[in-house]
């Protein structure tokens, strides 16, 4: 026990990035059974890191535990000395991002060893599952990076890891669509890493000390800041498919349910709005303007979805839709937190972990149903309630979770970003009250939805047994209950997290 | 133990009571006594912690038991007057309802009750919750789970499509709502000097605003209003109510229109009297919630004459008396500042009627629930004379009726009878009043015509049912709920001293202390008749006991004179004029019944379809992206691409005439860069 | 002893009215001869003593007669005639328009308790009427208390004896005369009864004693509406000495029953829409009254 207690969140860090990468390349190997008990094993190893990782953190939020790990010597430039370049460290932010993803990429895993199987009569699956299982715990690693990155030049690495492994990901069945879908996405969020490293490009160019570190943009001069800041922030649309970049998304619903569901509630859309908010976290000074473009694409991309999601019969692609707008939520909460609403951007940090939960479970959910009719065409769907009360269950949580609707997480995310955007008043008040009709729009809508796949008279009939599926039952079920509990653990954490000012 | 923690503890049985009765779901009858034992428990131990702050008349407060630090928030739990109130009617329905559903839910032979039983163990816990905190974020949090729990229950025949569309209708009106409510308080809390959402914090923050923009305290109050007039039913909002309450199990719409619109009320006075100082504000929303009421009342109760289903014409009722309510609550608002002792009155009558609704409206429900279960039908038109074959719930009916038609002797009169006097009196300051009576008045002779109706035809006259229809009374543990009931109402009808007493803790509580003149010059001194003092003098007068002694006497007289001439009594068959008619032939149905009164008002409640979207196919265009933009674009430099390709054609002599090119335009550029070799 | 007034009035000077009416004035009009004044209570007697057929076992049907002639005493009771009414201190205007309420009430259960489609008829009837009778008897009684700042009768009956007469009580005076003619069921207003098409409606099953105590409520009403007239719009001699004050309430009462029976021996019945739209304009008429008394007319 002392030896355990003696552990420090720092010596966790290379391990936990280590374990899913190690789990990824046994996965290489492996096949059917053994490599879906090889992944969860791995998952469950990164967890568990993750836990200990956060639980030494918690003691002590306020600090930041740093693990250099390696410079690059050629980039040394001519007074300062060469930066540091590889650098892991946790601090809140990270412990937040930390827990959506290994949480939900361990229900992930669980979920899959049933979802891709003989049985699902969307896309019975019978072989493959070692590439698939490589490749998604090699996106949890990388995401785990992401989140444990101690500078952007170690985040643009795992960042663009991640866009590798989705490409791969989306592409996974191989037919025509996905191919089509996955490289598209692959493109798009590439263009957007051009971005990212101009960005970067320019940070080393004009510092001489530490250019990479999350303060750096402070150290900019104003103009300089600014326009980082939007290479930054272009990326981060392009990652986090805000408008005019958001079309990869609905496209990327080609691929299997629960890499849609990684993919949107905890990993690559969400590196985008992480970036963001760990700039925003960090830097100092920046300007009125940034904050209010990113504002108004924000705003933008979720009044457009709001619109596109009336008409829209693919359940799927209603949730893919929803992601964006609320990926526009948060990042209207970095914008309110850019001019100076703590409120505001801590309800923003709350709602990447709110929607994680709410948006994962959604689409567990709508995977599961997938998975018994094969269709996820809303029209061609009713009365699934009876036969499947737990997806009935996890659909309405989730929505009801990422609609806002109390006691459910989701509710007290938006609530922050509400009273934070009242609160500054002017632009932001116009900004706060039409997230509230959005709201009002989309929790109509799902609920529409929800009443229209679940009520009424069944449109299938159920042809297997009850309890086949109880790894896809559990992981809802998990994912329901967090939707209640997370804000108990994100509450405290993000209280943790600094604006700077 | 605190008296406090026995509130608390009621909740923490409640929660425990929904993992239980989930737990045993499949013993559809256990798990329907399980959660009535968690009720009846929860619900005294509640009804005792009221009791207490009632008769002490000191709020409880307990310790803080969890804290939002990013919003200055804690959840504590106290009790007031007011929130007593509101928690005995709740316990009261509570343990009626539940009852109630006992045998009544076996009848959903296809509906697993995990969606029941649990679900209302929490609507009870939120509805608690509701009315014992004093912040305004943990309201909303109630608030909205209380949504949240009801929407479950009024969708519970999720076959039915009838049930889908009002629950649809429902969640969302009132999910609306609670926005409008979520907005107000924000803007409140946004400009309080202390930031937290605490009432008085909150209502400091209007009191900031009240001096430096009037407007937006009129938009907040004005949200405030819509939130909590769409929860309470009041029309022009609350078109929500006539749909959903009709299609829950009946139980429920017990509990939906016995206590869980009501709440709508008591957010009104916790806006009112709690987060804005008193000031002109309060008298002109007074006298716009006034108005607001005697709309519904008006609309409402004529359409409800129009009814043929049972339930829905109970469910246009609980319009019409919410409006009651509103009109006495709004008096009071209005005369605070001008006439303490008439607002006083027209506050606690409002309260009364509250209390009265609850009892006798669940009542309703529950005999109209009985009706359903032994016939199978809410059609009027189809079952009738119920009395043949289930006296009790029969008698019950009639009482309730009478009770809420607002005959004297039963408590809808009495808490009418304030309405309408401090209504009156109230009128001699803002005349508006006078004429708002006038028409609460001439309804309430309305509300007497089709509750004659529905104890009319579907209890009273000759047996109307078919001939599934087992001829017997429904069980007793459905009878018992209605007989409780039944006799509460009479009970507060006799002696209205008693509710008033314990009403105006609750009343004077709200208000600034030393506000409202003491109870024995308001009401008099004797515990039996209430004699209104509002103007110096006795100015009204009821005493039940009195009047209802003569009643009798005078009914004894009259019994006596009947017996008098020594008649015998014969049966004899039906007389029509002498002509043959089997019954079915002649029977008269309920839609003929008040045709010509209801030709006025057939226009008065437009049922408004809900418009199809069309698909703008223009717009959807514009915002795919792929299509204009990424697409074309990508053939663009596809084209570009081909172009340079076509160049690479494969023939060596087109190679070096590339090189060629290429070292002279090399040549060229270095020769005007350089300016020379 | 103002018990025994009270209910000495109602009781027996109801019938006799009843009497006097049919042989004053209807045999006048129609030019006969008439019965004696007392054949009213010939009647009374005659129909307590006669069989009581029952068509439908219904308790409603049993009592629901008892209860009409008790809440039409008991608002006798709550009625000034010439002198404070014995319950005037436990029960006030409101109190006094759901006791008469009661009574059409109990008509109107009658009705639905038979089931036969005539009764059916008339206690729809009867509901519709009192739904726009009703207001007027409100409405007029508001103005008064508004006026006189006091919901109680007697109140009121003083300070139009004081202060009166006033515009607004003096339209309101006339207003609940208009109505008196539905309220105590004479023509062109018997529409729920309407012997000749619905063969008396509501009570088209009932005979002996019920009837009886029927038509003895309803004689009884015929006072206690008029005295609401008579003793607070017309508020002459309540100051007399004790004999001379209830004389001169009774006076009056006689005075506007006669009146009520010589519009109803003129004119034929009207339909129940008619009726409608007639008293809708009575309450237009009388809410006026009350706009006139709130600004102080």
Redesign the interface.
Known sequence: MTALAEISARDLLVPLVAAPLIGALLCVFLKRRASDYVAAIFAVITLVLAAGAIGNLFTDLDTTHRLPLGWLANLAGESGPAPLVFELSIDALSALMLFVVTVIGFLVVIYSSEYLSPRNVEHPVTNGKGRYYAWLLFFVGAMVGIALAGNFFQLFIFWEITTLCSWALISYYQDEASLRAGFKALIMTAVGGLFFLLALVLMYLNLDTDPFAFDALGRLAPGLRSLVFVFLLIAAWAKAAQFPFFTWLPDAMAAPTPISCYLHAAAMVKAGVYLIARVVSASYGLSYGVGLLSGIMALATILIVVFLFLFQDDLKKILALSTISHLGYILIACALGVWGSATAFQGGLLHIAAHGCGKGLLFLSVGMITYFTGTRRISELSGLGARLPIVALGFFVGAFTVTGVPPLAGFWSKFLILTGGLELGGFGAVIAILLLVESMIAFGFFLWVGQRVFFGAPSFDMPQGKGVAWPMTTAIIILAVLCLAVTLFALPVIQHIPLGM | MAVIDLLIGALILLTVGAAVTALLAKWRAVCGYVAFLFVAVASVWVGVAAFHVLSTGSPLSGAPVLTIAPLNSSLVFTVDGLSAVFLLITSLVAVCATLFSVRYMLVYKHHSLIRYYPILLLFFASVISVVSVRNMLFFLVFWEFMTLASYVLVVFETDNPEARRAGLQYFIATHIASGCILLATILLYTYAPVKSFEFGALLEGTRVLMTTSPALVHLILGLFVIGFATKAGILPFGFWLPQAHPVAPSPFSAVLSGCMVKLGVYGLLVVFTSLTPLSHFTTVWGVWLAALGTISVFVASLTALQQTDSKRLLAFSTIGQMGYIWLGIGTGLALLRISPAVAVVALMAGLFHVVNHACFKSLLFLNAGAALYRTGTRDMDKAGGLMRIMPVTAAAAIVGSLAIAGVPGLNGFASKWLIFTSGIVGGLEIPLFVFLVVVAIFISAVTLAYYMKFVGILFLGKLHVGPEVERREVPVSMVVPQVFMGILCVAFGVLPMLALKYLYVAASGILPPGYSPPFASLFGNSALAVRLGLSGVHSAAWGPLAILVAFAGCLVLGYLISRMGGAQTREVPMWLCGEEHDFAEVRYPAHSFLLTFNEYFAKLYPSIPVPRLPRPAAILRLFDIDRWFYSPGLRWGERIIRAISATHAGYPQLYMLWMIVGAALAVIVLFSMGGGL | MTFAINLGLALLIGPLLAGIVRKVVRARVHSRQGPPITQPFYDL?K??????????????VQYA???A???V??AA??TPMGMRAP??????M??F???V??AA?AV??TG???????S??G??RE??M??VV??VL??CL?TA??KA????MW?MAAWNYLNGPAPSMVVTAVVLFLALQAQVGKLPFDIPEADQEI?GGPF??LS???L??FQ?AFFARQVVYASVLAVIFIPWGLGFAFPWNVGAHLLKVIVLIVLVGVIDVVNPRLR??QA?SYFFWVIFVA?VA??LA??GV
């Open positions: 007697l129909l307590l003593g006669k069989e009581d057929l029952q068509s439908v076992p219904s308790l409603v007669p008892l209860v002639f008790a809440s005493l008991v009771l709550l319950l005037g201190q436990y029960g006030d409101i109190v328009a759901y006791f309420t009661i009430v109107v259960m639905l308790a038979c089931a036969s489609p005539y059916m008829i206690a729809g509901i519709m009192h739904l009703e207001p409100i409405i508001i208390a508004i700042g006091s919901l109680l109140d063969m088209i099953e002996g004693p019920k009886a105590m003895w129940i829409d409608m809410i009350m706009a709130l600004i």
